[in-house]
Each structure stands twice: as structure tokens, then as C-alpha cells.
T-cell receptor, first 114, second 116 residues
Framework: DAKTTQPTSMDCAEGRAANLPCNHS???????VYWYRQIHSQGPQYIIH???NNETNEMASLIITEDRKSSTLILPHATLRDTAVYYC???????????????FGKGTMLLVSP | GAVVSQHPSWVICKSGTSVKIECRSL??????MFWYRQFPKQSLMLMAT?????????EQGVEKDKFLINHASLTLSTLTVTSAHPEDSSFYIC????????????FGPGTRLTVL
């Protein structure tokens, strides 16, 4: 699976949009971009994933650049409960590959402040 | 979404004793379960992958005789830390993935193990 690079930490004011970047310049054509987050002392939570089109769900939006070498996770109206470590992970769709291993990097610590 | 539970949520034990951690998929059948370990201020590290009814596959550097994994049913996997030592103190997290069609893992809330 391709390697990802994320900033170590970011700050965001409550109510503002949080934009979390991720670089994955070695991504392959059949690899998806996944985002998980981990609130302190809890298990990771799935947020969103995408291949090449922008995706949106009730939690967030995922913007993937046309060359697919980077992406941005957008939390449109950050709340204090969004304070967490956000992990960007690239992997082949397990439905296709037959396996489902996730490799976690260091992620981005997002601190949402009042 | 799918729910995965872990029991206990935290445990304190004496050095040399064994500790069992349970991971259950509550509303779906988990064909594959994963066990991760997370030390303070570090990321999750995959320890092993288990498929129901077969032996677990351990990651390099993880001692299979120390971390016994059993995946006897489609809803339950257990991790037993045998002869625990203080360096085994960590946050242990399981995840599960279901039948074809699921392409994300569902994580449990984690178990905090402290070995005295």
C-alpha cells in the first residue's frame, strides 16, 4: 500500500471548517483513500473513503485531486467533539483484493478550540 | 453501522499472569478479525489477523506463543496475553470485517491493559 504524509497537528476554531490534508504521491490506480479518526482512548472510527471522485457523507467531505496524489478531508463545521487524531490511509479495495489490512501512520492531531 | 464490543474495557494484572480479552461483533458476522496494539502517543500497530475457524496470522515480531488468538465463531475472537510483563502494558484494539460487500473495518472501543 502507498505511503501517506500528514501534518503532525492542526488547530481549528469551533464552528469553522477543518481542512485536513494528506499527500499520497505514490498511490496506485486501484488504491482507495480512506480516512479514520481516533478520539483519545477509543478505537478508530471510519469516516469516509474514495477512489477519484469527491465524496460526501454525514460526517465529512473528501476532496481528491485530479492526479490523485493528494486529498483533503473537510469537516464543514467542526465541534469540540471532533478533536481527535485523523488518519489518512491508502489501500486497495478489500472487496477486490480479498484482504482488509489497514496500516496506520502517525496521523494528524486536530484540536478544536472554543 | 456495525458494532464491535470488547471486554474488559480495562484490566490490571500482576506480572506473570495471563489475561484474556474478548472481541465481539454484535450485529454482523465477522469473517476476519484484527488485533492491534497501541502504546502511548504512538499509532496503532497490527499484531495479527484471524479468520474464523483457522489459525491467526501474526505480524513480524509478534510472538504467537505469547499472544494467543482464537476466532472460534463468526462473532467472537479472543486475545490471551500469556505470562504478562510490564512491557505488555498497552491499549489493545480489535476490529472486524464482515462478508463480501463490507470494505471498511469496524473497531472495538479498546482494552487498556496494565501489568504491575
Amino acid at each position: 500500500d502507498a505511503k501517506t504524509t500528514q501534518p503532525t497537528s492542526m488547530d481549528c476554531a469551533e464552528g469553522r471548517a477543518a481542512n485536513l490534508p494528506c499527500n499520497h504521491s505514490t498511490i496506485s490506480g486501484n488504491e482507495y483513500v480512506y480516512w479514520y479518526r481516533q478520539i483519545h482512548s477509543q478505537g478508530p472510527q471510519y469516516i469516509i473513503h474514495g477512489l477519484k471522485n469527491n465524496e460526501t457523507n454525514e460526517m465529512a467531505s473528501l476532496i481528491i485531486t485530479e492526479d490523485r496524489k493528494s486529498s483533503t478531508l473537510i469537516l464543514p463545521h467542526a465541534t469540540l467533539r471532533d478533536t481527535a487524531v485523523y488518519y489518512c490511509i491508502v489501500r486497495v479495495d478489500p472487496v477486490i483484493s480479498g484482504y482488509s489490512t489497514l496500516t496506520f501512520g502517525k496521523g494528524t492531531m486536530l484540536l478544536v478550540s472554543p | 453501522g456495525a458494532v464491535v464490543s470488547q471486554h474488559p474495557s480495562w484490566v490490571i494484572c500482576k506480572s506473570g499472569t495471563s489475561v484474556k480479552i474478548e472481541c465481539r461483533s454484535l450485529d454482523f458476522q465477522a469473517t476476519t478479525m484484527f488485533w492491534y496494539r497501541q502504546f502511548p502517543k504512538q499509532s496503532l500497530m497490527l499484531m495479527a489477523t484471524s479468520n474464523e475457524g483457522s489459525k491467526a496470522t501474526y505480524e513480524q515480531g509478534v510472538e504467537k506463543d505469547k499472544f494467543l488468538i482464537n476466532h472460534a465463531s463468526l462473532t467472537l475472537s479472543t486475545l490471551t496475553v500469556t505470562s504478562a510483563h510490564p512491557e505488555d502494558s498497552s491499549f489493545y484494539i480489535c476490529s472486524a470485517t464482515g462478508l463480501a460487500g463490507y470494505n471498511e473495518q469496524f473497531f472495538g472501543p479498546g482494552t487498556r491493559l496494565t501489568v504491575l
